[in-house]
């Protein structure tokens, strides 16, 4: 019994690693301040609230997905989070594939079908992507965690 889809992954809003350690800085900043405040003022039960609620949106951004990316049928799918438009691009007009760095920055912002001087963007977190060229010269830039084997597989889904 064979996989559904040719290739499926899930990117998550949470899980890049330097939002998690702002996030956790800025809780421990909370927590210190907690510790710091307990014998001056009545203000100091906010400072530990707040601790807590950081980290507790931490951990539901942990299992809130972005965008899924699936592959099939000579076809790109890519779904985002709630009220957001599915996006499937046809492998049949794409030109050329390449895997590539998504930014040179060391912070990015996740994005969903962001149009940017003649692209469309999706990204989540990493530093890979996978740039697809349709015949027009217009890019995609698909965000992923697995380069490699999603290039494989759009390789393979273009051959056949």
């Not at 956790?24 to 609620?53: H, I, K, P, S, W």
């Not at 930014?103 to 994005?111: A, G, H, I, K, R």
């Amino acid at each position: 019994m064979g996989n559904r889809y040719a290739f499926l992954e899930k990117q998550y809003i949470g899980r890049d690693y330097i939002r998690i350690c702002i996030r956790l800085v800025m809780a421990a900043f909370c927590f210190a301040a907690y510790v710091y405040e307990r014998d001056r003022d009545n203000t100091q039960d906010l400072f530990l609230v707040v601790g807590f609620g950081i980290i507790a949106v931490s951990i539901i951004l942990l299992f809130m997905i972005q965008y899924k990316t699936i592959i099939e049928d000579k076809k790109i799918l890519i779904d985002g989070l709630w009220s957001a438009r599915k996006v499937e691009i046809d492998l049949n007009t794409i030109k050329s594939v390449r895997k590539d760095t998504y930014s040179n920055y060391l912070f990015n912002n996740p994005v969903y079908n962001l149009h940017r001087k003649g692209s469309v963007r999706f990204y989540s977190s990493g530093k890979d992507a996978v740039v697809l060229t349709d015949r027009d010269g217009f890019e995609y830039f698909i965000g992923t965690q697995r380069p490699n084997e999603m290039y494989l597989v759009i390789k393979d889904q273009m051959k056949s």
